[in-house]
């Protein structure tokens, strides 16, 4: 994710779907799977993935197979763009090179930690390595002020663990498991780098990862705006990180000193504060050394890329190690993503499909509009300002209409090392140069080739990115039902960001403001604890359930998303002609689809301990549940396991 709060419709969405049913459920006691049987029943995840989804298979057969004609071309390139591709895949294909040099491209960084003398040195190293993408306990980035996002920000934030942060604080046996593995992991990486004493060394990094996660805030603490949001003045950090030469530390990023910064989680600020004197400087050197191993583990010999690899299998995320061209354009769509979606643009996305999509956006915002002026919540205070609000909302669709500038990254064809730290040099520097500059609102935060729609509550805008319109979500010759079931339904869902939980914080500007009564957000609140509760009795395994607390927003965004694109597609269908039955269950059929998946219960469970998205089961069924039209459509009644009595449906609209 981003270093801004974003609310991202496939950040993290794939958790784990159970296919029970020996036969066909009727789609009154199952609609997710009465819909998906013969895919469920018949589709195999990949082995070397962890999951199978809509989204990936948009990712794996389409978008991937398109970068892979571009960098394996012979053609010559014909863009600078291009040619950075092609180099850097080039680079990371080159196996040969890589294995020869072995672990050579990192000696620099292990010389540099083995003299380190003091915590200053300590300190000073850690803020050195994070330029060039080497973890750390804590972060510096720069991001628009929530309290004024026309300007951006100085930003310190907890970081420098490895697995989920309750893997380090619970006794169950799956997070013993998963510290023994993460362990094992570590323990290959030590001794493939030539060290001796591996125990001790990997025991002083499960150690200091264990404290940094017990101080650091959990995913639910993490979504609340105002909890991270804490203004300091520079001496007040300075004190509160006391045992740090914050000074140099910031020279050395490259930060010039500033007034005001945001601290996200002020306990643990005060904690790493304490703990840099706690914890014996040979016991940090050898932290600081697992996580130059980790950062550059895949781009090092095959034996370094293989120990990853080999973690990933033990942990039951995959079953065998994908195809090399299959790694090698994973890499490079990571590394240069703007680079690799403005290629994929260029050469693969059909432009037509914008006009249709800015039609779509059009009806939904107006049922937006109609329904903010028809809520039984808002007072008519709130509506006027939710109508500005939407009102001054920002649509991007498909693809940037300005490209950032590459044209000073420099990237060979026989240093990936060198080439993936000059990478995450350059965007750090990037990010970083945008203190003291006014906030470019029409810059773009992800990149058009990732299948993907968000919405940024700092700029109060929503993207949808070009390789989202694609089958099952879009497709220019399928009927508007089945178009406002999947990509109507993502915008809806997006747009409706603006108004959950977190995004109705923002103002029509971006800032976070309280525009609501208390009286509103009290009666909201209402709607979205029993939304919570819902989620709550959702079994995921046996006795692991959904966190409603953490996956609320996304509730929120599904209800709306379906809802409100429902509304349009109906306004649109009367007005054509077309409203009936069918066409009403080909809406419905294609929200089912969007949302089926096939997930790995290791990387299920994974993802649960961290990701604020619920299963696609429970975000098709869950949310259908609550819609009068579904049970009207469908004929539900008591007795159904799709049925919900009237009374305990939750209507936002």
Do not use: C
Not at 135 to 161: C, W, Y
Not at 611 to 619: A, L
């Amino acid at each position: 994710m981003k270093n801004i709060f974003l609310n991202n419709i496939t950040i993290l969405i794939l958790i784990f779907s159970s296919f029970t049913y020996a036969e066909r459920p009727k789609v009154t006691d199952n609609f997710y799977q009465a819909i998906n049987y013969d895919w469920l029943k018949d589709s195999k995840i990949p082995k070397s993935q962890s999951s199978i989804t809509s989204f990936n298979l948009i990712k794996t057969n389409k978008v991937d197979k398109a970068i892979k004609k571009i960098v394996e071309s012979l053609e010559q390139p014909k863009t600078s763009s291009e040619k950075k591709l092609k180099d850097l895949y080039y680079s990371f294909m080159n196996k040969e090179h890589r294995n020869k040099l072995g672990v050579k491209p990192i000696k620099k960084y292990l010389t540099a930690i083995d003299k380190i003398n003091n915590r200053s040195d300590l300190a000073l190293l850690m803020s050195e390595f994070v330029k060039g993408g080497v973890d750390a306990p804590f972060v510096f980035s720069v991001m628009p002020n929530p309290k004024n996002t026309e300007e951006h920000i100085l930003r310190v934030s907890q970081s420098g663990i490895y697995l989920a942060q309750e893997h380090y604080l619970k006794n169950n046996e799956r997070s013993k498991k998963q510290r023994k593995l993460y362990a094992e992991f570590l323990k290959k990486l030590f001794t493939l780098a030539g060290y001796k004493n591996i125990d001790k060394r990997v025991d002083n990094v499960i150690n200091i990862e264990t404290r940094l996660a017990k101080d650091q805030f959990t995913p639910v603490q993490s979504r609340d705006m105002h909890l991270i949001y804490n203004l300091y003045s520079y001496d007040k950090l300075s004190k509160a990180l006391s045992n740090y030469p914050l000074d140099k530390m910031l020279v050395s990023l490259g930060i010039p000193k500033v007034d005001n910064i945001v601290v996200r989680e002020p306990p643990y600020i005060k904690s790493i504060n304490k703990l840099i004197v706690d914890i014996d400087i040979e016991k940090w050197k050898n932290y600081l050394r697992s996580k130059v191993f980790v950062r550059f583990a895949k781009v090092l010999s095959k034996d370094f890329e293989t120990a990853m690899i080999e973690f990933s299998k033990q942990r039951g995320l995959i079953k065998q190690e994908p195809q090399e061209w299959k790694k090698g354009v994973i890499f490079i769509s990571e590394q240069i993503p703007m680079i690799t979606g403005r290629v994929y643009v260029e050469n693969f996305f059909d432009k037509k499909s914008k006009l249709y999509i800015i039609k779509l956006v059009a009806s939904i915002k107006n049922e937006y509009k109609i329904a903010i002026k028809n809520s039984s919540v808002f007072s008519d205070e709130t509506k006027n300002k939710a109508l500005n609000k939407l009102e001054k909302m920002v649509y991007n669709i498909g693809y940037p209409d300005k490209w950032q500038d590459f044209s000073n990254l420099k990237i060979s064809k026989d240093d990936l090392v060198g080439d993936s730290v000059h990478i995450s040099e350059f965007n750090y520097a990037y990010n970083i140069s945008k203190l003291n500059k006014p906030v470019d609102k029409a810059e773009w935060d992800e990149s058009p080739h990732k299948v993907n729609a968000f919405y940024n509550p700092f700029a109060n805008k929503f993207i949808l990115l070009a390789a989202f319109l694609n089958k099952p979500f879009f497709d220019i010759n399928a009927t508007d039902a089945q178009n406002y079931g999947g990509v109507g339904f993502a915008i809806a869902h997006e747009i409706g960001h603006g108004f959950d939980d977190q995004g109705s914080k923002f103002d029509a500007k971006g800032n976070l403001v309280n525009w609501w009564t208390d009286k509103d957000r009290k009666a909201f609140n209402k709607l979205k604890n029993k939304l919570i509760a819902q989620a709550n009795k959702y079994q995921i395994f046996p006795n692991i359930y959904l966190n409603g607390k953490l996956e609320i927003g996304e509730i929120i965004g599904d209800l709306n998303g379906s809802e409100i694109s429902f509304r349009a597609y109906l306004r649109l269908a009367k007005k054509k002609g077309v409203d009936n039955e069918i066409n009403r269950k080909k809406f419905f059929t294609q929200v089912a689809h969007i949302w089926r998946e096939k997930v790995r219960k290791a990387s299920a469970l994974q993802l649960l301990a961290r990701d604020s998205h619920p299963p696609g089961e429970y975000r098709t069924n869950g949310t259908l549940m609550n819609l009068d039209v579904f049970h009207n459509t469908y004929k539900t009644k008591p007795g159904d396991k799709m049925y919900r009595k009237p009374s305990e449906r939750v209507r936002m609209w």
